[in-house]
């Protein structure tokens, strides 16, 4: 959200200028207002259960990262969660995703590895104040606007013990499978998400 919320509704307004759009945090209930209606689609990771009529389709692939302080204490350009594991995280609260432990947490825990979670938010940009102000990392994707706060900088996670790529998907109703408005939505939408993350 906090880096296609911008650009896509300003591109939706130029190709689409009498659409209506509102753009909303994916909850608990997402996959319920799919299913009614309510939402025309929602866009998150992968999600192992979900009703047979909701379709997934692949938007593009991300890769983990870790977005610090600029002048965090782990000054290289790459850390291993060992290295980080020294420090506290601050993290999404994604509902279907993340609500039990956060995803670094649950990796951290595989490892043997200590952690302490500092900062948990539904709020990307409550995550980006806090980490302004302590020594907190955030576990995120390449799809991070780094380049839009030059006082966050770039950690790759340097380890082989599990997988750093991961898709981001969008979510549609069956009936909506073959609705113009869903199939040009998608298209704009992955579009966006591949140039924001060249």
């Excluded at 689609?41 to 999600?47: F, K, T, V």
């Excluded at 601050?90 to 490892?111: Q, T």
């Excluded at 302590?134 to 030059?150: E, I, K, R, V």
């Excluded at 790759?156 to 073959?178: A, M, P, V």
Aim: hydrophobic content about 40%.
């Amino acid at each position: 959200m906090i880096r296609l919320s911008g650009t896509f509704i300003l591109e939706l307004r130029e190709k689409a200028p009498f659409l209506e759009v509102e753009v909303v945090n994916w909850t608990s209930s997402t996959i319920t207002d799919i299913e009614s209606g309510q939402l025309l689609m929602g866009i998150s990771y992968g999600i192992d259960v979900k009703p047979k009529h909701i379709r997934e389709q692949k938007l593009v692939d991300l890769t983990g990262c870790c977005a610090v302080r600029k002048d965090h204490p782990i000054q290289s350009k790459s850390a291993t969660p060992n290295e980080f594991s020294k420090y506290e995280l601050a993290s999404l609260f994604i509902p279907g995703w993340s609500e039990d432990l956060p995803v670094a947490a649950k990796k951290m825990k595989e490892l043997s590895l200590p952690y302490k979670v500092g900062f948990r938010s539904a709020y990307p940009m409550a995550i980006v104040d806090v980490l302004h102000k302590s020594d907190m990392f955030f576990a995120t994707s390449n799809l991070f606007p780094f380049s839009s706060y030059p006082s966050l900088r770039r950690i790759d996670i340097d380890t082989q013990d599990f997988e750093l790529t991961y898709s981001l998907n969008s979510f549609f109703h069956q009936r909506n499978g073959n609705d113009p408005l869903t199939l040009w939505l998608n298209s704009l939408v992955k579009e966006e998400l591949e140039l924001a993350i060249q």
